[in-house]
């Protein structure tokens, strides 16, 4: 099956601070998503990006599809920003067409 | 705006008794998941679900059936609960296609079984 592997796994931000969290996957999908679980354990949806660019304030997500990796952008870190931060991708094949698979996540720690 | 909800959030189980996670969406979207999340493991697929009348197995679905009848309605079922299946447990939903195909989770629900 396909795999998602995440980098780094955690990260310890000083407020303020801008981060990186990438998301790479081994086979052509279409299908992308990325999600942060806050420490109450409640999981939101970020973006919906299986290509291209999105922004939503701090945020931003990159998606190059061919070469098969994302990345999140945090900007200006806040500590509400901390939790894990997962990816999912689907495959892009007909009879996996359903399944959305989760990669390890990003512990985020954003210290004030 | 209910989203997805998921009954019951919290529960304990002795080994050898069965239990039924009900999640319910009311988004009117056709596919439906059952993850698990285990530390340091992620979030695993047990089951889902592509329409009223259907499943299909995930990652992870030994130990655990699923129904859905109702297009709102996709149950996990524990037959025989094992320690092993002591984990958080998610249900989500989604549309499909049109750029409609965000995932949408419910609140979790704490499994522990002794």
């Known amino acids: 099956g396909i795999q998602v592997e995440q980098s780094p796994p955690d990260l310890i931000l000083q407020e303020g601070a801008n981060s990186t969290l990438r998301c790479n996957f081994s086979?052509?999908?279409?299908?992308l998503q990325w999600f942060h679980q806050n420490p109450w354990g409640q999981l939101i949806n970020l973006f919906y990006?299986?290509?291209g660019t999105k922004q939503n304030g701090r945020l931003s997500a990159t998606t190059v599809a061919t070469e098969r990796y994302s990345l999140l952008y945090i900007s200006s870190s806040q500590t509400t920003d901390s939790g894990v931060y997962f990816c999912?991708?689907?495959?892009?094949?007909?009879?996996?067409?359903?399944?959305?698979?989760f990669g390890q996540g990003t512990e985020l720690s954003v210290k004030p | 705006n209910a989203g997805v909800t998921q009954t019951p959030k919290f529960r304990v189980l002795k080994t050898g008794q069965s239990m039924t996670l009900l999640c319910a969406q009311d988004?009117?979207?056709?596919?439906m998941y059952w993850y698990r999340q285990d530390p340091g493991m992620g979030l695993r697929l047990i089951h889902y679900?592509?329409?009223?009348?259907?499943?299909a197995k995930g990652e992870v679905p030994d130990g655990y059936n699923v129904s859905r009848l109702k297009k709102q309605n996709f149950l996990l079922g524990l037959e025989s609960a094992a320690p092993s299946q002591t984990s958080v447990y998610f249900c989500?939903?989604?549309?499909?296609?049109?750029?409609?195909?965000?995932?949408?989770f419910g609140s979790g629900t704490q499994l522990s079984v002794l």
């Open positions: 086979d052509s999908v279409n299908n």
């Open positions: 989500a939903s989604r549309a499909t296609g049109g750029g409609g195909e965000k995932l949408f």
């Open positions: 990006i299986p290509s």
């Open positions: 679900s592509v329409g009223e009348g259907t499943t």
């Open positions: 988004m009117n979207h056709e596919y």
């Open positions: 999912a991708v689907r495959v892009a094949s007909y009879n996996q067409g359903g399944k959305l698979i």
